[in-house]
């Protein structure tokens, strides 16, 4: 049982470059989110889905594109990728809301802009 | 939206009980969550409290909640030196669907 699967898990990218995060999860869950990680800032949330073919902004998602095209993928797309940018990325799933959920997390992207 | 508060580094001895601070602003959050990160990992839940509890104790956790002052606990009993890492508050957004973290506390454990 894989879980939540990030894909890279490293990448360094030049100003001003593109690149796609790919999250990929087989549980199942209705619900997915990137969060970016910075230190001494917890984790904010970019961008998030609640279903299929949905996708809503979160708290800092200025700079970020997200799709859902398929309910076990959720893909983070960096179109012109600046220094502030620099981060580290996680996928996060969850079953419906309605009860208790838990958050399942992949293991981070560490994405340097230079 | 939600704002949800930590202080960042606590340090204990090995065998000492460790206690760690969260205060969060929406009292409409159902439920609250305790996340561990290890270095280089990513985050794992160790606990959660439904918001209609006070306590909720399990093996050598234990978690309390004071709705009125919004304030929610972690105290982890014969702290272990395994037991070093960065703790995450979580609160569900209501609105969003989904959780806003704390900024995390690094727990440091000296043998």
């Known amino acids: 049982n894989a879980g939540v699967t990030q894909t890279p898990k490293f990448r360094v990218l030049k100003t001003g470059q593109s690149m796609t995060l790919l999250c990929a999860q087989d549980?199942?869950?209705?619900?997915m989110y990137w969060y970016r990680q910075d230190p001494g800032m917890g984790l904010r949330l970019i961008h998030y889905?609640?279903?299929?073919?949905?996708?809503a902004k979160g708290e800092v998602p200025d700079g970020y594109n997200v799709s859902r095209l398929k309910k076990q993928n959720f893909l983070l797309g960096l179109e012109s990728a600046a220094p502030s940018q620099t981060s580290v990325y996680f996928c996060?799933?969850?079953?419906?809301?309605?009860?208790?959920?838990?958050?399942?997390f992949g293991q981070g992207t560490r994405l340097t802009v230079v | 939206g939600e704002d949800v508060e930590q202080s960042l580094f606590l340090s204990v001895r090995e065998g000492d009980s460790s206690v760690i601070n969260c205060t969060y602003t929406?009292?409409?959050?159902?439920?609250l969550y305790w996340y561990k990160q290890e270095p280089g990992a990513g985050l794992q839940l160790l606990t959660y409290?439904?918001?209609?509890?006070d306590m909720k104790q399990d093996q050598r956790l234990t978690v309390l909640l004071n709705k009125k002052d919004k304030h929610l606990s972690l105290r982890i009993a014969d702290t272990q030196t395994g037991d070093s890492a960065i703790y995450f508050c979580?609160?569900?957004?209501?609105?969003?669907?989904?959780?806003?973290f704390g900024s995390g506390t690094r727990l440091q454990v000296q043998p």
């Open positions: 996060a799933s969850s079953p419906e809301w309605g009860r208790h959920t838990e958050a399942f």
């Open positions: 549980m199942n869950h209705e619900y």
């Open positions: 979580a609160v569900m957004d209501t609105g969003r669907r989904a959780l806003t």
């Open positions: 889905s609640v279903g299929e073919g949905t996708t």
């Open positions: 409290i439904f918001s209609n509890m």
């Open positions: 929406d009292s409409s959050s159902t439920y």
